[in-house]
């Protein structure tokens, strides 16, 4: 068996493992990028930055691959909506 036997089974197992191994690969990738995006954003809460931005578009990365994040993501949104609609309606009380 040559060189290129062994790099050619190692990549290409009949389309099924080769198929499998790149599914994990980009959802480590999005791993890798959506938390570090998220981490960034958790270090602006106390750091000067826009972190209400790059919070959600941490977790919006993390949300094409996993289910957690789709979760925590609908959650901060629907939390999102009622802090605004609670602040419209103190506003609009006080006049």
């Not at 750091?47 to 919070?55: C, K």
């Not at 919006?60 to 419209?88: D, H, M, P, Q, V």
Request: aromatic share 8%.
């Amino acid at each position: 068996m040559s060189g290129w036997d062994v790099w050619k089974g190692l990549f290409h197992r009949g389309g099924r493992a080769a198929k499998v191994s790149f599914t994990q690969a980009k959802r480590l990738v999005v791993l890798i990028v959506g938390l570090s995006v998220l981490l960034v954003g958790l270090a602006m809460v106390v750091l000067p930055g826009p972190a209400f931005i790059v919070v959600p578009l941490g977790l919006a990365i993390l949300a094409t691959e996993f289910i957690w994040a789709r979760r925590l993501l609908a959650r901060l949104k629907r939390e999102i909506s009622n802090a605004g609609e609670a602040i419209k309606n103190r506003l609009n009380g006080s006049q």
